[in-house]
């Protein structure tokens, strides 16, 4: 049994994703006011965030440790990129909640999460995760993933949403597990940032897990991919209940699925004018945006030399 302590959530973002985050603090808002919320900066580049923490109720978490986790990603990811700032959310291992859920910013809450405080803190288990199997993403196919399998019971779990404990790992942990990463990081999937290493830490360091829908059966997938239906004073999928929803691959716009839970939310505040607005603008931006894709493709099709066959 875990010991009780401040129980919250966490979430890394920067104004570059305040498209994601009104949604999020709005739909986060409407079912849990008062629930503890620390944004951890993805970087500087937070004005826009700051001028709205007052109105949403939530605290930047400014650990010294950020730019150490930035280090931490470029050894483990070979690459010195602004990606390696997603490293940040490690620092929730050591941060001021005991208890606490991590959610991605392109997550819309659906209803009160005390419910996943609740298994949580009265299970033995230190990390629960939401959607697993997704071997691609984390780790890439031959024996290295076979290893991880057999020897440490790897589940290959999306890292955009989790609940653990304060202390899972600490700072020297990350260090040492990323000097171990760094030698294997050809085995990581690559079009993943920090997922791959994620599930590496959970898996090598042992930690005891388990799926969400396992702990709580009657909870569907959160993956936004799949329609969700309002019954029963709730949201479901294929008949199950959610708790929120991930857009986890998918980016906002008019062919986003489930678009209007997004709007619900995105638009909430804004005065019919504003409204309207909106969603003319995101309707020019993806028509632009598709074109451009068609024209650049189009282009490379002409540049390209023509195959001469030998006679």
């Not at 985050?21 to 951890?40: D, G, K």
């Not at 033995?124 to 440490?152: N, T």
């Not at 995105?266 to 068609?294: A, C, E, G, M």
Request: aromatic fraction near 14%; charged fraction near 25%.
């Amino acid at each position: 049994m875990k010991t009780l302590g401040q129980v919250g959530i966490y979430c890394l973002a920067n104004d570059q994703v305040l498209e994601w985050m009104i949604p999020f603090l709005e739909s986060l808002r409407a079912y849990e006011p008062e629930c503890p919320l620390y944004v951890i900066p993805f970087n500087d580049n937070i004005s826009q965030l700051s001028k709205i923490s007052q109105k949403y109720n939530f605290n930047f978490y400014r650990d010294i440790n950020l730019e150490l986790l930035d280090g931490v990603g470029a050894k483990v990811r070979g690459i010195d990129d602004i990606h390696n700032h997603r490293f940040r959310i490690f620092s929730i291992f050591w941060g001021p909640l005991e208890h606490f859920i991590f959610l991605d910013s392109d997550i819309i809450v659906l209803d009160s999460l005390q419910e996943l405080f609740r298994t949580y803190i009265n299970s033995e288990v230190e990390f629960m995760y939401y959607y697993r199997g997704i071997f691609d993403q984390v780790y890439k196919e031959g024996e290295f993933r076979d290893k991880m399998i057999r020897e440490y019971r790897a589940n290959g779990f999306n890292a955009g949403s989790f609940i653990s404990s304060r202390g899972a790992f600490s700072l020297d942990d990350i260090q040492e597990l990323a000097e171990q990463a760094a030698t294997i990081r050809q085995h990581f999937a690559d079009h993943c940032i920090v997922q791959p290493f994620v599930n590496y830490c959970v898996d090598i360091k042992g930690l005891k897990t388990q799926a969400i829908t396992e702990a709580i059966p009657d909870l569907g997938s959160e993956w936004a991919k799949f329609k969700i239906e309002f019954a029963d004073n709730t949201h479901k999928v294929n008949g199950k209940r959610i708790l929120y929803t991930h857009w986890a691959g998918f980016g906002h716009g008019p062919n986003m699925p489930n678009r209007d839970l997004f709007l619900k939310y995105r638009l909430k505040n804004l005065s019919w004018p504003w409204r309207w607005q909106y969603v003319i603008r995101d309707h020019l931006t993806t028509i632009f945006r598709t074109w451009k894709s068609r024209l650049s493709k189009k282009i490379k099709g002409l540049s390209r030399k023509p195959e001469i066959k030998p006679l």
